[in-house]
């Protein structure tokens, strides 16, 4: 969506590099036309189907310029050489990312909410019927919920009195930090109205594993028998899933009615599945590849269950 046409990545690219507000909202709004266009086509593909849509989230760094020949397309190289420097993060994944954009530079997120919701005014204009659910991610602290949370509900009540529309919209969050798993219940006192699970980076946090790393020692691990199995392709139940089982604990006697799942590669391995069936939630997200084999084993975890009630 920043990337492809190789318009959009030079509009990101001056957004990230932008030193005033003022030229940040320039490129905010050229990005604001193609998330909106990107969010129409969802929600009329999507026809009565919920669409989570998930907040900016990879770290600047990705989206930065690496080489003069696309430095100097930006401006002055000097210069926009100097600002890629100051940009740089030592351990990106854990720095500048997620909801930490929005306390920073609410402008990035104004301009999301306000590309989704206009589009979901667009497509129900057009007879469609658009279900949304923004999520807001990377968040560690209760707090934040509360700071960012009446920003997006603002934005996009905006968006519905200007168009005339009222549509629904839900505003939740991915648990991915283990201090959101053991502060869920002030996350979910703050508002959040569904949990994702990002399993993918709470396994890294758990762990202290790298994902991009990981790949010099872990085979070693496995071969000498001190992981049983690739804890990015099957859920790790006695640590992760120990934090998992803690956040549930702690957000569904707040609020009953909050929806729990997980987003990640392992909404597609059958194990995995079957333990998060085992432990209440509500859905598994995964690759387009790999729905086939989570709905079997989404069935086969619900027979189980039901076979066991008898």
């Known amino acids: ?139 560690a602290l209760g707090s934040e919920i509360e700071h960012i949370l009446p920003i997006v509900k603002a934005t996009a009540n905006e968006v519905l009195a200007t168009q005339g529309l009222s549509i629904p919209f839900k505003v939740g969050t991915m648990i991915e930090l283990p201090r959101a798993c053991s502060c869920a219940d002030d996350i979910a006192k703050a508002g959040a109205e569904f949990f994702s699970f990002g399993s993918n980076d709470l396994t890294q946090t758990v762990f202290g594993f790298s994902r991009d790393d990981m790949g010099e020692f872990v085979p070693t691990y496995l071969t000498k028998g001190l992981l049983d199995v690739d804890p990015f392709v099957s859920i790790d139940k006695v640590g992760v899933g120990t934090f998992m089982k803690m956040a549930l604990d702690k957000a569904l006697p707040v609020n009953p009615n909050i929806e729990v799942g997980i987003c990640g590669e392992h909404g597609g391995d059958p194990k995995s599945i079957q333990f998060f069936h085992s432990i209440g939630l509500d859905y598994v997200s995964c690759s387009p590849f790999r729905v086939p084999i989570a709905r079997i084993a989404s069935g086969q975890a619900a027979v189980k269950d039901s076979m066991k009630k008898k």
């Open 1 to 139: 969506m920043f990337f492809d046409p190789p318009e959009r990545i030079d509009v990101m690219r001056r957004m990230v590099l932008a030193d005033t507000l003022e030229k940040r909202q320039e490129q905010l709004d050229q990005l604001f036309v193609f998330q909106k266009d990107d969010m129409l086509g969802m929600f009329k593909a999507m026809d009565g189907l919920p669409v989570t849509i998930r907040l900016l989230d990879p770290p600047l760094h990705e989206f930065l310029p690496h080489d003069d020949h696309a430095m100097e397309h930006l401006g002055n190289l000097d210069e926009v050489k100097k600002r890629c420097q100051e940009l740089q993060e030592v351990n990106p994944m854990l720095g500048f990312r997620g909801c930490r954009l929005t306390v920073i530079y609410p402008e990035i997120t104004v301009m999301q909410v306000k590309a989704i919701m206009t589009a979901a005014c667009e497509a129900a204009k057009s007879g469609a019927k658009p279900i949304v659910e923004i999520m807001i991610p990377v968040v």
